[in-house]
């Protein structure tokens, strides 16, 4: 046994770009898991300079000089910021309160509903009925309860978002304007001799800029699209669902199944068994469908290479970990794991002493 583990670890830790390979790792995770609240807004900057960044290559190319790239690509962003916060998330917002505000009407409509299922199917007793009204109104009950502490909670953050509202777009100018001197300064702290690093870097590089940054337009794509679809069929709450609809295909497989219920139970509630609602599932279904087979493939080609089991299991781990984020780039972590496995150096002769232990 033991020599099975000396002979394991000297073939995977005893070259030096291993070592350093493994310190990278585990700096890099314990900076996260440790300071990754009080670090958020760097953070979140240097995702969005990220982002930025291929745009700004691609002015370059144009022969606009950086600075100038910078300027621009960062006042489109600075605008779409300013026409998420003062356009989209009020009307948001907005059409919240008005679900919350029609819930016991719409609720009231389902038990009644409800009552009417042990007349037409035998195996159903009004019994049956009754509790699971009784849960669902618990349930709705203690969500509102929900809703209610975390508006009374996010009213004491507001200073804090504030906060972040000016840091975070201040970070990615100076991220996206001063990456040259960034990168050389962080370059620097490496040892010259780091070639497994800088396989895995160069592998990411190209991986998670372009799954990140086709990830972006997926999200735009679909909600915008949702979005025009919902306003011609007059579905309520359109830009909600249009929202959540967008923000599904965050989550592979998992988010396109969870979002169909909310879609469902609108359209159900606002048309019921109707013409309408039959025209709003295929629609919906329409969209899936090309989202699916037409969007993801010409976004993303063949970019990321990962069976669905190892996309599963990496939403559940990072989405576990660092909830939202850690599922938003489940799928790059789980690309960046595949390349440090491929890049690990590894030593293919036995250790001098193996035979002795």
């Given at each position: 046994m033991i020599a099975l583990i000396s002979r394991w670890y000297y073939r995977y830790f005893s070259d030096p770009q291993a070592v350093l390979l493994t310190l990278i790792l585990v700096l890099g995770t314990t900076i996260i898991l440790t300071m990754g609240n009080m670090l958020a807004p760097a953070l979140a900057a240097i995702v969005i300079a990220y982002l930025l960044e291929g745009i700004v290559r691609y002015l370059e190319k144009t022969r606009i000089k950086r600075l100038g790239a910078v300027m621009l690509v960062f006042s489109v962003f600075s605008t779409f910021v300013f026409f998420l916060l003062f356009g989209v998330i009020p009307l948001i917002s907005i059409q919240?309160?008005?679900?919350?505000?029609e819930l016991p009407q719409h609720l009231t409509v389902a038990q009644n509903a409800l009552m009417t299922l042990p007349e037409h199917y035998?195996?159903?007793?009004?019994?049956?009925?009754?509790?699971?009204?009784t849960l669902l109104n618990n349930e709705i009950a203690s969500m509102g309860q929900h809703i209610l502490s975390v508006s009374l909670a996010s009213v004491g953050s507001l200073v804090t978002v504030l906060i972040y509202l000016v840091l975070v777009p201040l970070l990615v100018f100076f991220f996206l304007k001063d990456k040259a001197l960034i990168t050389r300064w962080f370059s620097g702290l490496l040892p010259r001799d780091r070639q497994a690093a800088s396989q895995v870097w160069h592998e990411m590089d190209a991986q998670l800029g372009n799954y990140v940054r086709g990830k972006f337009w997926e999200i735009l794509i679909v909600g915008s699209v949702s979005f025009?679809?919902?306003?011609?069929?007059?579905?309520?709450?359109?830009?909600l669902m249009a929202v959540i609809v967008g923000l599904s295909v965050i989550v592979p497989y998992i988010g396109a199944t969870v979002v169909t219920f909310p879609i469902i139970v609108v359209g159900y509630f606002q048309w019921g068994w109707g013409s309408e609602f039959a025209v709003l599932v295929v629609v919906y279904g329409i969209i899936q469908a090309l989202d699916g087979n037409v969007l993801v493939p010409l976004l993303f080609s063949s970019v990321v290479n990962l069976h669905p089991i190892s996309i599963i299991v990496s939403i559940l781990v990072f989405g576990g970990l660092w909830g939202f984020w850690g599922v938003f780039f489940a799928?790059?972590?789980a690309t960046l794991v595949n390349?440090?496995?491929?890049?690990?150096?590894?030593?293919?002769?036995?250790?001098?002493?193996?035979?002795?232990?």
């Open positions: 919240i309160t008005a679900l919350i505000t035998s195996f159903i007793s009004e019994q049956n009925v009754k509790e699971f009204s025009i679809a919902f306003t011609i069929l007059g579905l309520k709450y359109s830009i799928i790059p972590l390349a440090v496995l491929a890049a690990w150096p590894k030593v293919q002769t036995e250790p001098p002493d193996a035979t002795a232990i």
